[in-house]
T-cell receptor, first 115, second 114 residues
Framework: GAGVSQTPSNKVTEKGKYVELRCDPI?????LYWYRQSLGQGPEFLIY????????DSGLPNDRFFAVRPEGSVSTLKIQRTERGDSAVYLC?????????????FGPGTRLTVT | GENVEQHPSTLSVQEGDSAVIKCTYS??????FPWYKQELGKGPQLIID?????GEKKDQRIAVTLNKTAKHFSLHITETQPEDSAVYFC?????????????FGTGTRLLVSP
């Protein structure tokens, strides 16, 4: 079946601009995660949704970052007043969670470049 | 919080050789350890995982071992093929009511030469 999809695949924006990154999880997966991957590093946790609510947003670096999942499926990561240090690949993952199924499946990511 | 260290950072082998990647974790409460393969320009792909109630798990040419006492786990790839070339990441998490925040290692770039 269809995997996790993310749009856009690439986003170039100017410093100070606002961006939105979208994630479509695997159908039926209740848990959704956002991670950020800098060059040469492993992914770093940003935020986790169980259904519509953000169950843990402890990884968001500051209040310029915000994410929503209004209907418990698609999620949008929003970054205000972008800075060059926000440049990274933003990865989304989803998980079934029911019945002890904890495996997280990742999308291809959105490469964000802030100039 | 949890800290995961991974080594080596790069690993070059000849086709047909075995490859071993090792990780250590700091939080003794961690109980789920997945391994991901990431090819250039793609997202991480889950290749195998192990839970803390199991010491070893095998799937064809790949296997993972876990030593809870020493807090380390390893990925073993046998009969390597050029298509195994990629960056491999280990991760650790505490599974709690379905939520698992993955903490990743820094990755190992595996190059398999024909």
């Amino acid at each position: 079946g269809a995997g996790v999809s993310q749009t856009p695949s690439n986003k170039v924006t100017e410093k100070g601009k606002y961006v939105e990154l979208r994630c479509d999880p695997i159908s039926g997966h209740t848990a959704l995660y956002w991670y950020r991957q800098s060059l040469g590093q492993g992914p770093e946790f940003l935020i986790y949704f169980q259904g519509t609510g953000a169950a843990d947003d402890s990884g968001l670096p500051n209040d310029r970052f915000f994410a929503v999942r209004p209907e418990g499926s698609v999620s949008t990561l929003k970054i205000q007043r972008t800075e060059r240090g926000d440049s990274a690949v933003y990865l989304c993952a989803s998980s079934l969670t029911a019945g002890g199924a904890y495996e997280q499946y990742f999308g291809p990511g959105t490469r964000l470049t802030v100039t | 919080g949890e800290n995961v260290e991974q080594h080596p950072s790069t690993l070059s082998v000849q086709e047909g050789d075995s490859a071993v990647i090792k990780c250590t974790y700091s939080d003794s409460a961690s109980n789920y350890f997945p391994w991901y393969k990431q090819e250039l320009g793609k997202g991480p792909q889950l290749i195998i995982d192990i839970r803390s109630n199991v010491g070893e798990k095998k799937d064809q040419r790949i296997a993972v071992t876990l030593n809870k006492t020493a807090k380390h786990f390893s990925l073993h790839i046998t009969e390597t093929q050029p298509e195994d070339s990629a960056v491999y990441f280990c991760a650790a998490s505490i599974v709690d009511t379905g939520f698992q925040k993955l903490v990743f290692g820094t990755g190992t770039r595996l190059l398999v030469s024909p």
